[in-house]
């Protein structure tokens, strides 16, 4: 059930009716029999997935916090389960297609059966978010004894998919709390999902459908449209996922629960650094937790800072899929991420540049070189092949005579059929505009709702209307997944 | 001295009568009231006053809907190309692309010259078979034969584009057994051609039958009741051609042609496939001698991997109604059993097949509507066919000649043919 779907928008009210309706001691328990029937509406069989795997870390969690001498050995025992559990249903497809392909090129005639293995959704956020609970119980946060509690934090519904990524720290006391129904959480929770809807079915859905048909071929677009392809695609990606972000925390937030932020306006970076604090927040500061800190993080010096940022980063692109193309995607992320590093040392040491750096104008510049920076690695992130990526590069960089006979010649106007094509440059631009004023309101209220002066919330509701009316007016006729459904 | 201080008071000791927990009439209630003062409910509200005054209003009222800006996919250009008949044709034929794309081929032989399928339906091999067969026979003859249609689309058609300046005398239906059955849809409803033609009725009566699973059938009562549901398609239609024509000065000088738009012959060769065609994209030409066979057998098995009782029992009802539609308006109803060739009736499971023949002949003779079994005559080869199910232009005179003979033998459809009336009663 996708929550772009009709059958969420009838699952929803209901859930949240009878949640609201029923007495607070039940509320946990409805909670998980409503979240792992969303879970079912999509393949019931990996229901025992999500349910094996909270038992076991339920148990590992409790084992853990009472073990005195070999807690490590059980902690590793069930991080361990957890990744091979991940590994096998992401990686063990590739891993073995690898082999074959290392066997064939060997010459050995052995080749490993390949068996088609569905990627259970949402497992890549519910295995983070046990990693994080078992090594935050070992540091000696008490784990959680009640069951039900435990099953709801990794299945809750509104995060189950797609994140953000939880803390059980945040998320287990909100369901002690005697929440009774708040308008305003109501209000914000309806803004939220509009907003959210808005983001995916109006901005995302239609520049995908340039984006989708256009991106794989680069032979029939100039250095001009592979760029403008690239920006929409970056722009598509967060639109896509910031709008399954703001939904999932409209939702929690119609049940009175608060889901960590995962955006803060990231195309307006003025460094990677900086992006990556904004972007995909509650994955960033899990892969800072739970991967780079216990790398070594930046304690050890610059050399062996550098070595953990990418091996944090080329394993975060690994997370994205299992592909070459994901890998090489993750580590020119890293690559970036280190630039700014050494970039910054050279800063620190010369107060000139330092002055240079805190004016405006180089605040543009940073801002503008970050988002060309990052839509240059979404070409292996898109384009299902390391040869069409690298055709892709060819055009992007006029490194061919055909490429610079005519580079700034737009055509995606041009192309006939939807009017998609024709308004490409003009949803662009609104888009940059909309980010501007974005930045100007940012802070005043929580990222997805519209900041008015108390005279001006009478038209509130009024907004809200009109978000409603541009998605029924707009909505496909289909419902397309979310991008990082496939993650 | 007074003072004007307040003195202190011990608190008094009071005790809270219990609460009784509050009834589940009192949180509904509570819900309700918490409800009706918040800004989402005010906006929904705002939402239905304004649907309220469309419904009322109706913008679209006095358009046409043909005149509607769409996208201009097969069932678009035939029903075009069928409306601007002069006259009412004499024989129509219904079918899927096994039907179009035979018929259109052997009419590139027949003509000698280039037939572009897309703008010209007109068969005018079948006619001058008819002349030939029974001289004296005039009329025109149409070939709505389209990519991927059920007999549900070919109910559409029959409904809603045989009106009495375009009712022909001979509804002639090519079914093979895909027509019933294919597994690649999941209702009636959900073919291109169907959802471009409901716009042509009102289809509330068909609701059962056209939206048999739960979700389409829940979508298209929303479309009953959200105008902004109802006239999506609509608005995103003249939106957008406003925005392309509001653009085009803008873009002049500064965009350059588009590559995509060139069309290759991959893209020919699929144009099956699209959502919207163009003039051109299918050309048939004269004395093309191929040999080149498309191996389309993977999607061939596809479709007949299961024998999809549910949508085969739906397609009979639909079939059902074709006819009494054929014969309510006065045309003769005529069924065609359309060749499949030996390589394709070897992935029909043999059950299925005698299912698809069996409802054929039951068909006809419940409507007393004359039946033509094109397999019984053995006339087709593998020579005949481009790939597992498609007949190129030998299998296309082929078709035509058999349906034209039978056309002139059988009583039924010989006086219509020769009545100097157009169609319907």
Partial sequence: ?????????????????IYWLIPFKYRTAFLLVASYFFYMTWKPIYIVL?????????????????????????????LVANIATLAYFKYAYFAIDSANGVL????????????????????SFFVFEFIHYLVDVYKGSPAVKAPLEFALFPSFFPTQIAGPIKRFQDFVPQLHLPAKINLKDIDEGVELILWGLFKKVIVADSLAIVIDKCMPHPEMLTTIDCWMLLWAFAIQVYFDFSGYTDIARGSAALLGFKVPLNFDLPFLAGSITEYWRRWHISLSLWLRDYLFFPLGGSKHGTLATIRNVMITFTIAGLWHGAGLNYIIFGAMHGLWLNCNRVWRLIVDKSPALTTLTETKIFHVFGVLLTFNALAVTLVTFRLPNLELSGRYFQKLLVLTPEAASNPISLTIPSIEGAANFALFPVFLLAIVIGHLISNQLRGKTAPGILPLPKSMQILKPAYLAALAILLLLFAPDGTPSFVYFQF | ???????????????????????????????????????????????????????????????????????????WWTTQDYRQLKESPSVVLLGSSLLMNSVWMQEAEHLQQNVDIVVNRRTRYLESMLSKYLPGSKGICF???????????????????????????????????????????????????????ERFTDTKDLLDIAYTSTWPKINFMLREFIYFVDK????????????????????????????FNVKTDFDKQFAFYRSEVEKGVFIAKPNVQTDSFYDNGKDWKKRFKNSNDEMFDNQKIWLNKTLAEAK??????????????????????????????????????????????????????????????????????????????????????????????????
Avoid at chain 1, 109 to 118: M, V
Avoid at chain 2, 240 to 259: D, F, I, M, R
């Fill in chain 2, 232 to 259: 999506k398609h609509h608005s995103q239609s003249v939106l957008g051609e406003q925005a392309k024509s509001a653009l085009n000065p803008v873009y002049q000088g500064v965009t350059g042609p588009s590559k």
């Fill in chain 1, 104 to 123: 064939a090129i060997a010459g050995r005639k052995i080749s490993y059966p390949l068996h088609d293995i569905i990627l259970p959704l949402g497992i």
């Fill in chain 2, 1 to 75: 001295m007074l003072s004007t201080e307040p003195k202190e008071v011990a608190p008094v000791q009071t005790i809270q009568p219990e609460r009784p927990a509050p009834t589940f009439a009192a949180r509904l209630g509570s819900v309700f009231k918490i409800t009706a003062s918040s800004k989402a409910a005010q906006a929904a509200l705002l939402v239905i006053l304004a649907n309220w005054a469309l419904v009322v209003t109706n913008p679209f009222k006095n358009v046409d809907p043909d005149s509607l800006p769409t996208l201009k996919s097969w069932v």
């Fill in chain 1, 50 to 78: 999500i349910v094996a795997l909270t038992a076991f870390n339920y148990f590992a969690g409790i084992i853990i916090e009472k073990e005195k001498v070999r807690r490590k050995l059980y902690l590793i025992g069930a």
């Fill in chain 2, 143 to 197: 070939n709505f034969g389209l990519p991927g249609s059920m007999v549900s689309d070919d109910y559409m058609i029959a409904r809603t584009l045989f009106d009495k300046e375009h009712t022909p005398k001979i509804v002639v239906l090519c079914l093979g057994p895909r027509d019933l059955m294919d597994t690649s849809f999941s209702c009636a409803g959900a073919t291109s051609a169907f959802r471009y033609l």
């Fill in chain 2, 328 to 425: 309510a308006k006065g045309i003769v109803p005529v069924l065609v059993n359309m060749p499949v060739s030996e390589l394709g009736i070897k992935y029909i499971p043999p059950q299925v097949y005698k299912r698809h023949v069996d409802t054929l002949v039951e068909m006809a003779a419940k409507y007393d509507c004359p039946y033509v079994d094109t397999m019984k005559e053995g006339q087709f080869d593998m020579k005949d066919f481009s790939d597992y199910g498609h007949m190129d232009a030998s299998g296309g005179r082929k078709i035509v000649d058999i349906v034209a003979q039978f056309l002139a033998s059988d009583s039924r459809t010989r006086s219509r043919l020769i009545d100097g009336n157009g169609g319907g009663l």
């Fill in chain 1, 1 to 17: 059930m996708l929550f772009n779907s009709a059958a969420y928008l009838v699952f929803l009210p209901i859930v949240v009716a």
